[in-house]
């Protein structure tokens, strides 16, 4: 079956720092990777995905590289913000069928002044 | 843009009773997905729909059950709510079935059953 196993956390930053949270996959076939962010209080929103190997998915100063050789979509961010505290979620999804994403645990972020 | 809207950001519910959670989207997208949230164990897949009056069970259907009448409502029933079903509740959607579709979420419903 499929997984995703990410960095649970919580992740303590402060302001400025590099930023970087694991993910590793398992899968059947060949998906694609997304992150998504769910701020305080609200749903998830897609902040990247890739959908091929070697692809990069880049946002709002995130970045994330699917690397088939070592299953991995680990998320960067050069210099974070406070703004960016929220849960960050590693999902895959294989296709073939609508069968939902598969999701990491999340990572709870916290960014101090 | 796409938007996913859910009929209640806070219920409160108590033991035994009938639930129904909303979902609403309006990009005429075909597949609908009911998802809960609980700390530790990220988003769990309950019941998807990938048309009208179509359904297929998720990971953990147990205790639930769905209605898709219209393609653009798809709805979570809780037959009978029990403590164990608190949690927050995420509807979502996407226009195709393959890997490259994104899957658009709405904002929410937090369960409590009393």
């Known amino acids: 079956g499929n997984s995703v196993t990410q960095m649970e956390g919580p992740v303590t930053l402060s302001e400025e720092a590099f930023l970087t949270i694991n993910c590793t996959y398992t899968a059947t076939g060949y998906p694609s990777l997304f992150w998504y962010v769910q701020y305080p209080g609200e749903g998830l929103q897609l902040l990247l995905k890739?959908?091929?190997?070697?692809d990069k998915g880049s946002n709002k100063g995130f970045e994330a590289t699917y690397r088939k050789e070592t299953t991995s979509f680990h998320l960067e961010k050069g210099s974070v913000q406070v703004s960016d505290s929220a849960v960050y979620f590693c999902?895959?999804?294989?296709?073939?069928?609508?069968?939902?994403?598969?999701f990491g645990k999340g990572t709870h972020l916290i960014i101090q002044p | 843009d796409v938007k996913v809207t859910q009929s209640s950001r806070y219920l409160v519910k108590r033991t035994g009773e009938k639930v129904f959670l909303e979902c609403v989207q309006d990009?005429?997208?075909?597949?609908m997905f009911w998802y809960r949230q609980d700390p530790g164990l990220g988003l769990r897949l309950i019941y998807f729909s990938y048309d009208v009056k179509m359904k297929e069970k998720g990971d953990i259907p147990e205790g639930y059950s769905v209605s898709r009448e219209k393609k653009e409502r798809f709805s979570l029933i809780l037959e009978s709510a029990s403590t164990n079903q608190t949690s927050m509740y995420l509807c979502a959607s996407t226009q195709g079935r393959g890997r490259t579709d994104t899957q658009y979420f709405g904002p929410g419903t937090r369960l409590t059953v009393l």
């Open positions: 890739a959908t091929k190997a070697d």
């Open positions: 999902a895959l999804w294989a296709g073939g069928g609508a069968d939902g994403l598969t």
């Open positions: 990009m005429d997208h075909e597949n």
